[in-house]
């Protein structure tokens, strides 16, 4: 089973994180977040990051960070240099869920369904009744349109 790492600026990772545990009452041990305070030295978060990793107890991660460029998606960057896990950025509630839902198929499969849950999550909702907004196929399972 892949590993799930959040890595986000404060208090962001541990938030998503309590989303997960309310969702999935059995709350997955898979899945640890690192809030990235902005006071601390990238170094030190880093040294945080591989040792929260190292807990895990997997050698396949998805790691999943909120902004690319910034210091968590950098950190997240060196983490993930070298060793067999992935990084995605733009994390959102509907990626995590997915990712949590799906997290014991491969590590590919695991970021193709954690980019669909992404893009699926993120539309704009008609004031209208449900059956006139656009119904978006963006996977060929039927049960990934849920969340």
Do not use: W
Not at 56 to 78: R, W, Y
Not at 84 to 111: C, F, W
């Amino acid at each position: 089973m892949n590993g799930i790492f959040i890595i986000a600026h404060a208090p962001l990772a541990s938030a998503l994180r309590q989303c997960i545990a309310h969702v999935f009452t059995d709350h997955p041990q898979s899945v640890v977040a690192l809030d990235v305070q902005p006071n601390t030295p990238p170094e030190e978060t880093l040294a945080q990051a591989r040792i929260m990793m190292a807990q895990l107890g997997t050698s396949q991660v998805l790691v999943l960070a909120d902004v690319f460029g910034a210091t968590p998606c950098n950190v997240a960057q060196k983490l993930v240099d070298g060793v067999q896990s992935k990084l995605i950025t733009g994390v959102n509630l509907p990626m995590l869920l997915r990712t949590v839902s799906y997290r014991h198929e491969s590590l590919d499969a695991l970021v193709a369904r954690a980019l669909i849950g992404a893009t699926q999550g993120v539309m704009q909702v008609a004031i209208t009744a449900p059956q006139n907004q656009n119904r978006r196929n963006h996977d060929q399972d039927q049960r990934d349109h849920q969340q």
